[in-house]
């Protein structure tokens, strides 16, 4: 039997916890209706045996608290609460424990933000971790060692398996189910919970805002010039002469400041204007791609599946009401 801990962890958010133990726990019940014998020990586990999480709003019974689970096979995080620093301060009780269950061998998977209290304890060091799109700046300011794929919705790297943005932790949990109950199981579950089995990539759901959370005002001038200017053509050469910068020193503080270098922060900013275009209106594709400033039909096809994943057209008929 397959013993999994999901943690009660404080500052979690209940739908995270809840959604593996009802999962795992009806793949139980589908097999034992086959006249099998069930296959995972699903086990909520804290601190104490009541936890109150979600900033209080609820209160959960645990079945044993940490100091009576010597070894388990699976430790699940679930999601925590904005206020990540917060939520990590108020549950570094469990980073032992979670140290030591992986060092024996445990494997560990984290659903969406639950990557913020693995990264705390040092165990995602310089490993592969996806992360909701919109906490990516936050995350790599607080976990510089951790390689973030963050247009990805699964990731595993040594016994570890992250998740990217929300809802998509239900592929994670497709995922562990095709791993120790097959992938007919996962199917079934695919279908009886309506979960897209196909879900691999978050980067259709993004919407990039920019980063702004440093102190380098001549880059923060840089970025509002390209977000009020991006329909026409920029060079890296226009915005050193305009902040009188060294090439080398701009392409440096930039990369620095924004997680991205600065063609790649043009580019996301006028696919970003693309986007909305296409959710909007019926505009031609040929007549939004001039609009945001390209006239290479196939640069822009290109650009914008590198960065959302779908051609212009796939994106606008998944978006737009028709």
Request: one cysteine or more; a neutral charge; aromatic letters at 10%.
């Amino acid at each position: 039997m397959i013993h999994i801990s999901i943690l009660v962890l404080n500052e979690a958010i209940i739908n995270s916890i809840d959604a593996p133990k009802q999962l795992f726990s009806k793949v139980n019940e589908v097999i034992m209706e086959n006249g099998g014998h069930p296959l995972f020990d699903v086990n909520l586990v804290g601190i104490t045996k009541e936890t109150s999480i979600n900033s209080g709003t609820y209160n959960v019974q645990c079945d044993f608290t940490l100091n009576e689970i010597v070894k388990t096979d699976l430790v699940i995080i679930p999601m925590i609460c904005n206020g990540f620093k917060k939520a990590i301060e108020a549950n570094k009780d469990f980073t032992p424990w979670i140290i030591d269950q992986y060092k024996n061998n445990t494997e560990i998977a984290c659903l969406c933000t639950g990557s913020f209290m693995l990264a705390s304890t040092g165990l995602l060091n310089d490993k592969n971790c996806s992360v909701h799109w919109a906490t990516t700046n936050e995350f790599t300011a607080m976990f510089p060692e951790v390689k973030v794929i963050n247009d990805k919705i699964i990731t595993y790297d040594q016994g570890i398996y992250t998740s990217g943005g929300y809802y998509s932790y239900l592929n994670l949990i497709l995922c562990l189910i095709e791993k120790y109950a097959g992938r007919a199981m996962s199917i079934l579950f695919s279908k009886m919970f309506e979960i897209d089995f196909d879900r691999k990539s978050q980067s259709s759901f993004m919407i990039f805002t920019g980063q702004k959370d440093h102190e380098d005002e001549p880059i923060k001038k840089a970025q509002e010039f390209i977000e009020n200017n991006y329909q026409g053509k920029i060079t890296i050469d226009q915005l050193i002469k305009m902040l009188a910068l060294s090439r080398r020193n701009f392409e440096r503080r930039f990369k620095k400041a924004t997680s991205n270098t600065i063609i790649e922060y043009i580019q996301r900013v006028k696919i970003e204007a693309a986007k909305k275009g296409l959710e909007a209106g019926r505009k031609p594709v040929t007549e939004l791609m001039y609009e945001v400033g390209y006239s290479d039909v196939k640069a822009f096809r290109s650009i914008f599946k590198k960065l959302t994943g779908l051609s212009p057209i796939e994106y606008r008929n998944k978006y737009q009401n028709n």
